[in-house]
Structure formats: structure tokens, C-alpha cells
């Protein structure tokens, strides 16, 4: 297993505890928002052996974040992932990007010339994007990245990812209970998402197993190999109770 974070201390812990149930771990340091970390991050694991799972999972959220750092690693980080890692994918393998429900939020909100924008720039000229200057506030930054996440997944499945023989699909997490999640429940938005649980079919909050699980199926070459370029939502029912219910207009 090849291991990264952008915080070492972070990378160091979890490696540590990984060795000690018995996994050979690696671990190299990587900044997702530039193209040359993750570049280099992508030849060490080659280097390390056949590429068959890739799973990315950096992201900030609103309450962490200003909108430039949001667009920088959730927006920009992902699309420098799905580009160096088709580079080094074997054969057979499969990726999985982790997004958000905010971007099934973002659906229908962007006109669909900023949509084809967002899948098909080239990634070294995405953020020149005119209309991701206008964003108003993290929270819409987030969004619009989430967006992007799905659009990218999706002609990357079509694209680079489809030419190597492998598999890349995103999922969509809900409020889920890890630090990231109990940090926006506690921020501004936090009565917001608390409703959006309560609307849902499972009146709870996701767990990281939840995501786990859902991440493991769709690497699964056995159980999901003829899924690729599509979403998977995994939030309890959230985004199907806030529609039936007309919370957001």
C-alpha cells in the first residue's frame, strides 16, 4: 500500500498503525493542488508495483478553507489525480474519487456550457475558469468543485482511464461523523445539515465504514466491473429526502 497526505504527521500515524496490523505500507508526502507532487506521487507507485486500486480522498470543506484553497486541492487536486494516475492505472485496475453530495446540490445550477467547461478543460487551465471567480463563499466553491468531481470522473472514464483498461468512478458521502463532518456540523451551516439528516430515510449520520464499504465494492474488480463513470451517492437518503421535501426551493 502506498500511502499519502499532505500533513506528515497525519501520514506518519496512520502508516504506523497500518504496519502494526501487518499491511507493508509506503509513505510519501503529496500537495494534491500541484501537478508535480502528484506526478511524482504516481511514478512511486508505479515504482512500488502494479497500480490496481487508486483511492483519493483529499478535500476541504467550507468551514476549513477559503474558496482559493477549496478550488486548489477539492477542484484542481482531483483533476491532477485522474490525469498522472491514468499514467501508471494497470490494466484491469480501478479508481474511486471521493466527492460529495453538495455536488448533486449543484446539479441544475450552472448553465451547460460552464458544465462542459468543467469536464473538459485542460486541467492546467481549469482555474482560469471566468465564472469560478464570481463564486460568492466557500460553501459555493465546495459545490461547484463537487460538481466538477462527477463531470471529471465521468470523461475520464470515457477518456484516459477507458484507454488504459481501467475503471475511475466518484462517490458522493453525505454529513458523515469524522472530523471534517463534526466540524461542519458545529460551523454555520451546521443547523442546515442537521435538517437535511432529520429528512432523510436513515435519520443519521454516515460513518467512515459507510464509505468504505461503498468504496471497496466499486474497486472491486468481481462485483463492479462493468461500473465506471458514474456517481455513487451514499448519504443515508439526504439528497432524496431534501428534494421530496422542497427544502432548498
Known sequence: MVLADFNEA????????????????LTQRVDVSDRASVAALADAAAAAGRVTHVAHTAGL?????????????????VAHALDEFARVIAPGGAGVVIAS?????????????????LAATPTDELLGLPFL????????????????NHLRV????????????????????????????????????G??????????????????????????FLLDPQQASFITGTDLLVDGGAVAGVRASGMLG
Open 10 to 25: 497525519t501520514l506518519e500515524a496512520a502508516a504506523s498503525q497500518l504496519r502494526g496490523e501487518g499491511h507493508d505500507v
Open 61 to 77: 470543506s467550507p468551514v476549513q478553507a477559503p474558496t482559493d484553497a477549496i478550488l486548489h486541492v477539492d477542484l484542481l487536486g
Open 101 to 117: 453530495m453538495a455536488g448533486h446540490f449543484a446539479i441544475g445550477t450552472l448553465p451547460a456550457e460552464a458544465e462542459q467547461a
Open 133 to 148: 471567480a464570481q463564486l460568492p463563499n466557500p460553501g459555493a466553491a465546495y459545490s461547484i468543485a463537487k460538481r466538477a
Open 154 to 189: 465521468r470523461a475520464a472514464a470515457a477518456g484516459a482511464w477507458a484507454a488504459a483498461g481501467a475503471r475511475v468512478n466518484s462517490i458522493s458521502p453525505g454529513v458523515i461523523s469524522t472530523p471534517m463532518g463534526q466540524e461542519e456540523l458545529a460551523g454555520e451551516s
Open 191 to 216: 443547523a442546515q445539515m442537521r435538517g437535511m439528516i432529520q429528512a432523510s430515510a436513515t435519520k443519521r449520520l454516515g460513518t467512515p465504514d459507510d464509505i468504505a464499504a461503498a468504496a471497496a
